[in-house]
Nanobody, 126 residues
Framework: VQLQASGGGLVQAGGSLRLSCATS????????IGWFRQTPGNEREGVSC????????YYVDSVKGRFTISKDKSNNTVYLQMNSLKPEDTAVYYC????????????????????WGKGTLVTVSS
């Protein structure tokens, strides 16, 4: 298993959760790591990613200012801190790794991922 997501759960609207994505040292050092989410009947949506070259970050508009992605080399783990959660954030969250991205793009698209972890369910109650 290259990527392992955890940390999902049930939280009230306005609350917080922190998701973790444990990876191998190789993946952590050489790949960009992203978070996606998916609800039933919908396509998997890219939420945020952190780039291996300089640890810069990207967020989809719907989570800007509420979610923060970070990484910790000491345990090869990428985190997604989710604050001010809304019911529409309810989804299965997945972490994934990708190497390449086209110039001028985030690279955070479902078809661009090289590795996927299993999902973790986040449920936000109103």
């Amino acid at each position: 298993v290259q990527l392992q997501a955890s940390g999902g759960g049930l939280v009230q609207a306005g609350g917080s959760l922190r998701l973790s994505c444990a990876t191998s040292a190789f993946i952590f050092d050489e790949y960009n790591i992203g978070w996606f989410r998916q609800t039933p009947g919908n396509e998997r949506e890219g939420v945020s990613c952190i780039y291996s070259v300089d640890s810069s970050t990207y967020y989809v508009d719907s989570v800007k200012g509420r979610f923060t992605i970070s990484k910790d080399k000491s345990n090869n783990t990428v985190y997604l801190q989710m604050n001010s959660l809304k019911p529409e954030d309810t989804a299965v969250y997945y972490c994934a790794a990708f190497g390449a991205l086209a110039a001028g793009t985030s690279g955070l698209t479902r078809n661009n991922m090289d590795y996927w972890g299993k999902g973790t369910l986040v449920t936000v109650s109103s």
